[in-house]
Structure formats: C-alpha cells, structure tokens
C-alpha cells in the first residue's frame, strides 16, 4: 500500500559536523531523500554547527562529501544553521515580548543543586516545581541592577501527543514538561531553539530523524505552537546496534562512511544496504536501485525496532553490487585503490580484463584490487608450504617448460587456444590437465583458488605468463625437494 502521506514535502537532514559521517546519520540523510525523491518537494542539507567549540568546518566538507559519495541528493544547501543566530535570538525576545517565555534570573549553579537533590531522592526533577517566573516589577529591577538572565520558554501543562510515524502515537505527560532555557545569558540562542526556528523558516514539513531526538520532540512541539507554525510530521528512527545487539562502536568495525569507503565497499551497496536496515519493500527484494526504492518508499513500511547492522551481510551485498554494475563504474570506483597498490599507469585494457574476470570473486574493492597485483608484478613470491606438493614431483618443471614452449608458440593468446594447447600437451604425455592446471594457477597468482585458468591465462596476456611460468619453473628447481 502506498502511504497516505501527500506531497509535496520539505525535508531536511541536520547534521552537527562533529566527527565523520555516522552510518545511523546516512541512513536518517537517505529516508529523508526517499521521502523527498517519492512524494516529490525540496531535501534541504542543514549543517547544525552553532555549537563552535564541538563543530569542525573541516568535518562539514567531509560530511558534504560523505553524503555525495552515497549518492543522497538535496535540494538546498548546505545551510550553515549559525548563519540564522541572529534570527534565532529575535525569535526568543519576540516569545518574551509576547510573554511565552520569561526572564530567569536563577544562576545556574543554584538549578543544579536542585537537579542533585532531586536525583538523590530519586524524585523526577522539574524546574518549574522549583522556581517560579519573577513578578514584572523584580525583573525590572534586576534588568535596572544589570544582572544577568536566561530567557525561559513557559511550557505548557497539558500533555503533548505526538503521532510519530514510525513509533505511532506517543504521549508526553507533564513529567517531561519543563520550561526551557531558548537564550542563554549570553545571549545566544539554544539548540531547541535553533533547531525550531530553522524548521519553521524552511517550512519543514516532515522530520525524519533519530530515536536519540525523541525525548526532545514536546518542546519542539511546543515551541511550534509557540510561534504559530505549522507542527511537522515527526518519524523517529530506531538506533543502529551492533553485533550481539550493543550500541554501533569502532570496536566492532566500521562505523563511518567514509570507513566503509575505504574499506572498499562500494556507494551503491553501502546505500542499498543502509536503506534497508530498518525498511523494507514488503515484498522480499533486497538488491534495489536508488530508483527502485524510490519507486517502493512509503513511511508505513520503516521498522521501529532497532536494527543490527551486519557487516557479513554487507559484505555480501557489496559482492552482488560488484558482479552487476557496468565494468566502467566498478573501474571508477576501484581507481584509488589500484593507485594506491603502485598499478596506476598500468595497460588499462589488461586491467579492465582482469577486473572483469576477478570481481565476481572479490567482497571488496580492496579484495579486487590485491587481485590484480600478479598481472602486473615483474615476479611472485611463492610460499613453499603452498607448493609443497609441486615441489614434490620431479617431472613438473620438465612439463611446465613443455607448457612454456607451447603458449610461446600460439598464434591467438585467447582461452580456448590457451586451453586446447594445455590440454594437447597432458595427453601427449599422459597427464591429467590438472597436473598441469594447478602449477600453472600457483605460477600466475601465488594463490591455490580463483578464476576458470584458461581465461585467467588470457587475461594474464602471453608476456607476463611466460614470465612467471618461467620464475615458478626456477623456484621448483632452485628449491630442494621436501622427503628423503
Ligand atoms: N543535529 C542533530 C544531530 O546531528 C539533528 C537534529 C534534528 O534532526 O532535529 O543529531
């Protein structure tokens, strides 16, 4: 069923640019784009930076990045939240004038104190329990003294209902209402209010974000009616646990975009996968496009359980993403990590030829590109324990330099030349192919398993596998035979 949710909406991802991109925040960035990309209206990328000693303009460019690089789109921005301070702390003087907020005088070590009594009582604290607003003609007079204040927004009593899209109704009683500081005493505005004012000036009609901002939601509601506004749509998502369900950490892998980017995993299947922890098409898919998954998006269908993030399975679907995109795009992708392997101005039709073979193997860009290496290496290290039983058979050099002549002598260097004279020199001396075949695969690659050989032959090219037939027939002669 398709949501009853109407379009056009407004959106907004709202990062604070105080560490890398978190793989909870793309996909929070990545329901937002659906939403937007399915209902159609406007994804705006806002960049909640007003607390300067925390934010990082470095992190914020890492972030825009982050974000490209998994192909989420926006419509505006980035907008730099602290270019609004100005506008935000307008708004909490207007809520003063207007008497929905007022001066608060009490120093804060004074509310502290009262927040520990409370806590070692175990009493549930409220400010508004303890302190009452000042009459009109105290706060005059402590204006007059120059004594600094807080502006406190007047929560209402009544219980907020939120209708949460993803967690259903969820009901705020007076417990979790409390007035609020919305300006500190020097003068700048807080998160709360911010985030709020920001939301109304972009017209914010749906707000996608994580469980963490929950407990935040009535005083947003609240200050919403405050001004008038229109109350957006709230959809809270389920945190991102790791492996054995504990919160995501570094100690149990990646946790940051730009980690997986490294890794290897490619942007297609690390948004895929994101997409789907925590919603699902309904109808058992798994590898889907951007465009498919805008064409299924509807908000009913987000889980509101907490998901675990499963790196094996990642693993699996960055595999299937490597099998199926075009060649050129897995190239594009795979370009730093051949560069950083030293193979940067290698032939690019061998190397094109090689991934082709290689990438239904590989979990990783990384994996693929630690492939390619054999092709373009002068000479392979060979492990004597991994060619123990070649260096056990005493004719296999005499056969392999039989093979050598063979492959010099073909005229088309393609696998079924390459496997017809294979197979023609095994009978003529009344060898399994094998016995010639697991050599050859330990010559090209110094690994036991991999790709059909005779195309693997191919794709090597007539002069690199000459070479290192030539260097493994060397290394089986140079190295005494295991045994009496
Ligand atoms: N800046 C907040 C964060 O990074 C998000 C606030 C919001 O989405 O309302 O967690």
Not at 284 to 293: A, D
Not at 411 to 439: M, N, Q
Request: proline share 6%.
């Amino acid at each position: 069923m398709k949501t009853e949710l109407k379009g056009p909406v407004r959106v907004r991802f709202a990062p604070s640019p105080t560490g890398y991109l978190h793989v909870g925040g793309a996909r929070t960035a990545i329901y937002n784009e659906l939403l937007r990309q399915s209902l159609g209206g406007c994804h705006i990328l806002r960049i909640e930076d007003t607390d300067k000693a925390r934010s990082d303009e470095a992190m914020t460019s890492q972030i825009v990045a982050a974000l490209r690089w998994i192909g989420v789109e926006w419509d505006e921005g980035p907008v730099l939240q602290s270019a609004g301070l100005e506008r935000h702390r307008a708004a909490a003087r207007q809520l003063l004038a207007e008497g929905k907020a007022y001066h608060d005088f009490v120093p804060p070590a004074e509310v502290e104190a009262r927040r520990q009594e409370a806590q070692r009582k175990k009493e549930n604290f409220r400010y508004k329990d303890c302190f009452a607003p000042p009459p009109k003609a105290e706060v005059e007079r402590r204006l007059e003294a120059g004594e600094p204040y807080a502006v406190r927004f007047r929560m209402p009593e009544e219980p907020i209902v939120v209708r949460d899209l993803v967690r259903g109704e969820v009901t705020f009683g007076r417990e979790h209402l409390d007035d609020l500081i919305i300006l500190r005493s020097d003068g700048t505005p807080t998160y709360h209010m911010s985030v709020v004012c920001d939301d109304v000036a972009m017209a914010i009609t749906h707000v996608i974000r994580g469980e963490d901002h929950l407990s935040n939601t009535p005083k947003h509601v609240a200050l919403f009616r405050a001004f008038g506004a229109p109350v957006p749509a709230f959809g809270h998502l389920p945190l991102i646990l790791g492996p054995g369900k504990k919160r995501l950490s570094k100690r149990t892998g990646a946790t940051s975009v730009e980690e997986f980017r490294a890794r290897g995993i490619l942007p297609q299947a690390l948004y895929n996968y994101l997409a789907l922890l925590g919603w699902s098409p309904g109808d058992g898919r798994e590898i889907m496009s951007r465009e498919e998954m805008i064409a299924a998006f509807t908000v009913e269908r987000l889980g509101s359980s907490a998901a675990v993030f499963d790196h094996d399975k990642l693993a699996w679907m960055n595999a299937q993403y490597m099998s199926r995109l075009p060649l050129p795009e897995i190239l594009a992708h795979l370009q730093p990590f051949v560069d950083r392997l030293g193979l940067g101005g290698v032939d690019g039709e061998r190397l094109a030829g090689a991934v082709d073979l290689h990438r239904t193997r590989a979990k990783t860009l990384e994996e693929l590109a630690g492939f390619l290496v054999p092709y373009f290496q002068d000479s392979l290290e060979y492990d004597r324990e991994a060619c123990a039983r070649f260096l056990a058979q005493e004719d296999l050099p005499d056969h392999l330099e039989a093979l050598i002549g063979r492959l010099r002598r073909l005229p088309s260097f393609d696998a079924d030349s390459i496997e017809a004279a294979l197979r023609g020199l095994a009978d003529e001396r009344g060898l399994k192919a094998g016995v010639l075949i697991h050599p050859t695969r330990m010559a090209l690659t110094a690994s036991k398993a991999g790709p059909s050989l005779f195309e693997l032959v191919a794709a090597m090219g007539q002069s690199a596998t000459l070479r290192h037939l030539a260097n493994f027939v060397r290394f089986l002669r140079s190295a005494p035979t295991a045994g009496p």
